[in-house]
């Protein structure tokens, strides 16, 4: 059993040395490429005389950005990505709370990450490649991390404005990748399609598939995600057999109906995670593509991915999708207010332990006790848990069933209402495509956003009244062309609250 992900990436680069791990548009690298590349790399960091301490990777999108965090690694140390899209603002607020000690960049990028406000050492991946292998020096630091040393660092939105760093442990990573081989038909044949922005959490899924499994990663050009044709032309010509994308992602295909043009021929997994998949979307992809497996997979940052539902082929149904059951090492609990389990059936917070659990947020020990927290269901040791703030209940078959964030229940006409219970109504409305409620907490009133065909409020709340109690209706209903979304394909609820200003 491997400790860390670059045992992986040494038993692939013995096995399979001139196969492809890692392919974009313009380059490729072979595993035995990537592991002599991310030693350079780490040699280069470890010669700092730095170990276990944050480097940032500001690169683009490229295989040269996935083997400089094997690098990173290869130091010693945990990786963590810049987008280098992102607002120099935004940058420089992650950089005082990250306080790392080298950014690792590119030519490209190098005058950009020199005006970045930090107290570290600029180093160019160029320069990085070029440096001697550590040898015997190097092995020794790699042998030293353990499953318990921190892998990578991502910052997420914070409710105080500033970015969350959600460091996750070496040990969230090789549990998931052994799940995933216990429970998929996953082999060195097959080829993941990358979607998802390096510095968003799905990602790893990729990078350590194709590590661990000794098969190729392949990253879809973003842009294709505006043409949808050339999307499944891509993942032809590229082979790709499996995916994890953002519902978002899969939704595009599906309002434009893109399968009635090229369908793909290789897809044999079809993974989501980040956000609800609408059951329309993915009743057209199993249209087309019946005998692919479907996983709808669930987890926050702080647990990566922590339950998972794998549809039964033939399954039925128009009710929402399960988040299924824990993963290998992992249980879910199901809390009340005053910590105390929940009956079967009612709804509660869910709350995560074991091995899915990140370490916590890096440089921010107060809001770690806050989410990370001491079981109420056991006093006699520490055993900790994770408060996700996502209320779900579990089914007549035990499986969870998310309901909606905690954050999005409201108080409105004197009863508690969850927004996420109206969207979920009004996903079944013919025209609408995506939908999102906000609460204007000032005027009182639940407004409703949406994107597909406008439709006449009369109409739309006739439909809704078929499915909701009078309380629960909004009392505005705001048509877009498009609905925004964040930079991770979910819906923009705070710019849509900020829009009806």
């Given at each position: 059993?491997?400790?860390?992900?670059?045992?992986?990436?040494?038993?692939?680069?013995?096995?399979?040395?001139?196969?492809?791990?890692?392919?974009?548009?313009?380059?490729?690298?072979?595993?035995?490429?990537?592991?002599?590349?991310?030693?350079?790399?780490?040699?280069?960091?470890?010669?700092?005389?730095?170990?276990?301490?944050?480097?940032?990777?500001?690169?683009?999108?490229?295989?040269?950005?996935?083997?400089?965090?094997?690098?990173?690694?290869?130091?010693?140390?945990?990786?963590?990505?810049?987008?280098?899209?992102?607002?120099?603002?935004?940058?420089?607020?992650?950089?005082?709370?990250?306080?790392?000690?080298?950014?690792?960049?590119?030519?490209?990028?190098?005058?950009?990450?020199?005006?970045f406000a930090f107290e570290g050492q600029v180093l160019l991946y160029e320069e990085a490649i070029a440096a001697a292998d550590g040898g015997k020096r190097l092995d020794q630091v790699i042998s030293a991390i353990t499953e318990t040393d921190p892998l990578y660092v991502l910052f997420t939105s914070g409710s105080t404005g500033v970015p969350k760093g959600v460091l996750?442990?070496?040990?969230?990573?090789?549990?998931?990748?052994?799940?995933?081989?216990?429970?998929?038909?996953?082999?060195?044949?097959?080829?993941?399609?990358?979607?998802?922005?390096?510095?968003?959490?799905?990602?790893?899924?990729?990078?350590?598939?194709?590590?661990?499994?000794?098969?190729?990663?392949?990253?879809?050009?973003?842009?294709?995600?505006?043409?949808?044709?050339?999307?499944?032309?891509?993942?032809?010509?590229?082979?790709?057999?499996?995916?994890?994308?953002?519902?978002?992602?899969?939704?595009?295909?599906?309002?434009?109906?893109?399968?009635?043009?090229?369908?793909?021929?290789?897809?044999?997994?079809?993974?989501?995670?980040?956000?609800?998949?609408?059951?329309?979307?993915?009743?057209?992809?199993?249209?087309?593509?019946?005998?692919?497996?479907?996983?709808?997979?669930?987890?926050?940052?702080?647990?990566?991915?922590?339950?998972?539902?794998?549809?039964?082929?033939?399954?039925?149904?128009?009710?929402?999708?399960?988040?299924?059951?824990?993963?290998?090492?992992?249980?879910?609990?199901?809390?009340?207010?005053?910590?105390?389990?929940?009956?079967?059936?009612?709804?509660?917070?869910?709350?995560?332990?074991?091995?899915?659990?990140?370490?916590?947020?890096?440089?921010?020990?107060?809001?770690?006790?806050?989410?990370?927290?001491?079981?109420?269901?056991?006093?006699?040791?520490?055993?900790?848990?994770?408060?996700?703030?996502?209320?779900?209940?579990?089914?007549?078959?035990?499986?969870?069933?998310?309901?909606?964030?905690?954050?999005?229940?409201?108080?409105?006409?004197?009863?508690?209402?969850?927004?996420?219970?109206?969207?979920?109504?009004?996903?079944?409305?013919?025209?609408?495509?995506?939908?999102?409620?906000?609460?204007?907490?000032?005027?009182?009133?639940?407004?409703?956003?949406?994107?597909?065909?406008?439709?006449?409020?009369?109409?739309?709340?006739?439909?809704?009244?078929?499915?909701?109690?009078?309380?629960?209706?909004?009392?505005?209903?705001?048509?877009?062309?498009?609905?925004?979304?964040?930079?991770?394909?979910?819906?923009?609820?705070?710019?849509?609250?900020?829009?009806?200003?």
């Open positions: 059993m491997a400790a860390h992900v670059i045992d992986y990436l040494k038993a692939s680069a013995e096995a399979y040395p001139e196969k492809v791990a890692f392919a974009d548009q313009k380059n490729s690298f072979t595993f035995r490429k990537a592991e002599e590349t991310a030693r350079r790399i780490g040699s280069a960091i470890m010669n700092q005389g730095i170990v276990r301490q944050p480097v940032a990777v500001y690169m683009e999108k490229t295989v040269e950005s996935i083997v400089s965090f094997l690098g990173v690694v290869c130091s010693g140390n945990f990786y963590c990505p810049l987008d280098t899209r992102m607002p120099a603002e935004r940058i420089n607020t992650i950089l005082s709370v990250l306080k790392p000690a080298v950014i690792l960049t590119d030519q490209a990028h190098k005058e950009s990450a020199q005006q996750v442990s070496e040990r969230v990573v090789t549990n998931y990748m052994e799940w995933l081989d216990e429970t998929f038909d996953i082999s060195s044949e097959d080829v993941f399609g990358n979607q998802a922005p390096l510095y968003f959490d799905v990602s790893v899924h990729d990078i350590y598939s194709a590590l661990y499994f000794g098969a190729r990663m392949e990253i879809i050009p973003p842009s294709y995600f505006s043409f949808p044709v050339k999307l499944i032309e891509y993942m032809n010509e590229r082979k790709i057999t499996s995916f994890l994308w953002v519902p978002s992602a899969m939704g595009i295909v599906a309002k434009l109906d893109v399968f009635s043009f090229a369908v793909p021929q290789h897809l044999r997994h079809v993974m989501f995670a980040g956000e609800v998949l609408q059951r329309k979307h993915l009743d057209y992809w199993r249209r087309y593509l019946p005998h692919a497996v479907y996983a709808n997979l669930y987890g926050p940052t702080e647990t990566y991915v922590c339950t998972a539902f794998v549809m039964p082929e033939g399954m039925e149904g128009d009710g929402p999708l399960p988040i299924g059951q824990p993963i290998r090492n992992s249980q879910a609990l199901i809390l009340d207010e005053e910590g105390r389990e929940v009956a079967d059936g009612e709804e509660g917070e869910l709350c995560m332990r074991g091995s899915c659990l990140a370490i916590g947020y890096y440089g921010d020990l107060e809001r770690t006790k806050a989410s990370f927290q001491q079981n109420p269901c056991c006093s006699a040791y520490p055993d900790r848990i994770y408060r996700t703030g996502d209320l779900v209940k579990r089914d007549k078959e035990g499986q969870l069933v998310y309901l909606s964030r905690k954050d999005y229940q409201i108080k409105h006409m004197g009863y508690r209402i969850e927004l996420g219970e109206i969207e979920a109504a009004a996903d079944r409305v013919e025209g609408i495509a995506d939908c999102a409620c906000i609460y204007d907490e000032v005027k009182g009133r639940i407004i409703f956003c949406y994107d597909g065909k406008e439709l006449e409020k009369k109409s739309l709340e006739q439909e809704l009244a078929k499915r909701l109690p009078a309380y629960m209706m909004p009392s505005r209903f705001v048509y877009y062309p498009a609905l925004p979304h964040n930079a991770n394909g979910k819906i923009d609820r705070k710019k849509l609250k900020e829009m009806q200003k």
